[in-house]
């Protein structure tokens, strides 16, 4: 261990004064230099006064003295083992080869390993690292329209198009070539640290910059250890990191002087406040000072206070489709240790379920490494994503919101905010609320620090002067962006930085409201939107965690089933719908069989035909072979279908001959089946040519259609010819997508009791039931599908 404190030698003093001298400098002068407020120490070191070491060393460094020679050290001086041998090192070139192989296993002991979070051992960086890319533009120093980024998200709110405008990505690596000084940008989690030790490693096998030296700090333990001995010189810092090394003062200046460092300093934005500004001058001294090395420099996005004039910043991307590919292939091999064979599985069927359609919140998540580490370790524990998908994103805020930095041991200056971390919540999920309801995925600067200061005037009276309000609202705004929950799109435009979150934090602002008033009427608020698609995430999510969700399900219900309750054409359906359900012989709950009919029947131009999601999430079996009626209407509406869609005359006579042939087993109705067989017969052979197939479709296919058609609504009671208008066809839309949303929301809450649940079912897509005392002289239709004819 190096002793704290050195003082000079009487040969030393001697050397010192004549250096001093001949740069004709003050006490004063020197005492600023090394970064000292006082000329105390400088006095104490010519006088042969013990003073700090780090100070000893920069003191010695700014006169061009090796401290070594100028300190008064025990017998032996210090390890001479270690200590290069300068002759031997007066070519540059063979003092950089010497300086790396002497520090070789320093760096790869600092930088070729990292510990991923909830993984309990280190893993090599090699075994995880992605090749990762960096944005051209940094996303928060674009000028564009707020209307504009508004305009360009879609109704229907696919997650990644909170990133509207698609900007070039380049290589990472390319662009620290490309420019000396630079600054890497990016959101927490985004692997700034892990690409730093990803180049020290680099460099220091001679992979990349092979005439540098790689110097690693983390900017952390610099202020930790300024703090201890009340110096944060930079310079001083690297000095004695390399003269445990053995690396002589005079070898340092000439490897600095030759610009021949890559110095890379880890996470500026986490160094505490009180000691940034001054750590931050320590780092643009240097690299004026020294402006030949290289230099790079992590901060968080959103942080950073200050600028560098002769660095160029950098933002990191978030990792496209083939990078989160790579990430998990080395993932389940290296650190869930896996077999190769084994893991490139775990991997297939990891991304093979990331893609569907339902995993599309946690598919936007698993852009950040941060979050897809997280997402494989809830993934390795089931060979599946969770089905309440909210537990991973109360997971995933918890990470950005506290855990990931106290895993780090960075504390962050936030007691000036005077606000808990549940209330910084609540403030979270009410922007959310108020922002989702607005259809306002971007926010000015003035709006959001508007929401800020309307919540913190709620909860003190205390806090209602405008003006603290306004450097509060400003704080906290500054705290979000730190954590990377908000994020500026473009200058003074900000958003949610996922907008899964968003989503979520809008859910729990209904939820979690321990008023039982407010709690109803948010739940009615939230009804009222149940035909929208952008709100279907919302309402999955508050059904999964809300604790009376009987409740919640039966005012979507009761407002589902008002959609259609006044048109009267629509019940008259409804009727038919449930009379159908009832004529079929399968295994089934009724109400998925009428899913079933509901999507086989309706126009192709409603985009639902075909559609099974709605029957099999009512009734699973569904998903397998279909029982025989349900085989058969499905068979006979996609003939028909065929005679609307094929544009080819002999594909139509092709594709009936084959669809109309039915297993004699399948049909149980003789005088039906007979009859098929006779329209069938009707269509010519597809031998007689395209021409004459054409001919015949021209003269014949209409009548042969309606025949078919006349057929099916006799036997089979499909086909009718509902004639819906526009209007009707969006309602018809509008019904089916809800109740599609009301059983998403009973199978996500695995609370709901069996009797519920059942009740629930068992009403799905009927009529309503209309009493005649309200509607005399009228049809009332009964929930069992009966028409009854009121006097």
Known sequence: MARRSLKASTVGIKKAKRAFQVREWTQEYLASEVGLETRQSIWKFFTGRPIERQSFMEICFQLGLDWQEIAELPIGGVATEKKLDWDKCQDIDALVEMVRKQRSDKIQAQCATLRLLDIAQPIELEDIYVNVNILNNIASQRWLDLFELQGLVSEELDSFSLVPICQERVRAMQAVVTYPKVMVLGKPGSGKTTFLQYIATQCNQGKFLSDKIPIFIRLKNLAEDGRETGNFSLLNYITQNLAEDGICDQQIQTLLADGRMLILLDGLDEIPEDDSAEIVQKIRNLSEKFYKNRFIITCRIGTQQCQFDSFTDIEIADLDFSQIEAFVQKWFINVDKNSIERGEALAYQFMEKLQLLENRQIRELAQSPLLLNLVCCMFQAQSNFPTRQVEFYKQGLDILLNRWDEVRSIKRNDSDLHLSLPHKLKLLSQIAAVTFEQKRYFFTKSNVRHYIAEYLGQLSSAQCDPEMLQLNSEALLKWFLARGLLVEQARGIYSFSHLTFQEYLTARNIVTSSEPEILEKK?????????????????????????????????????????????????????????????????????????????????????????????????????????????????????????????????????????????????????????????????????????????????????????????????????????????????????????????????????????????????????????????????????????????
């Open 523 to 791: 739940l009615s608020d939230l009804v009222s939107h149940v035909t929208e698609a952008r709100w279907r995430q919302v309402f999955l999510l508050a059904s999964s965690v809300l604790g009376n969700v009987p409740y919640l399900l039966q005012l979507m219900k009761q407002h589902i089933d008002g959609l259609v309750a006044t048109d009267d054409q629509l019940q008259q359906f409804l009727i038919w719908l449930h009379q159908k359900s009832l004529s079929v012989q399968a295994p089934y709950k009724k109400a998925a069989i009428r899913a079933f009919y509901l999507t086989l029947v309706l126009p192709n131009d409603l985009s639902l035909d075909c559609d099974m999601a709605l029957c099999v999430a009512i009734d699973s079996r569904l998903a397998g072979t279909l029982a025989t009626d349900l085989s058969v209407d499905l068979t006979l509406n996609h003939a028909v279908s065929l005679t609307q869609t094929l544009p080819d005359p002999m594909d139509r006579v092709l594709a009936l001959s084959f669809a109309l042939t039915l297993d004699e087993d399948v049909v149980c109705d003789c005088d039906f089946e007979r009859s098929l067989q006779q329209l069938k017969k009707q269509l010519p052979a597809p031998e007689q040519g395209r021409e004459r197939l054409k001919q015949w479709w021209n003269a014949n296919g209409e009548t042969w259609t309606l025949q078919l058609r006349s057929l099916m609504l006799w036997c089979r009671n499909i086909s009718h010819q509902w004639q819906f208008s526009e209007k009707q066809k969006e309602v018809l839309k509008q019904y089916y997508a809800a109740n599609q949303l009301l059983v998403d929301c009973l199978n996500t809450n695995r609370e709901v009791s069996s009797s519920i649940r059942d009740k629930i079912e068992e009403t799905l897509l009927l009529p309503i039931t209309k009493t005649s005392s309200s509607l005399s002289g009228k049809n009332v239709y009964l929930s069992t599908g009966s028409v009854l004819k009121c006097c």
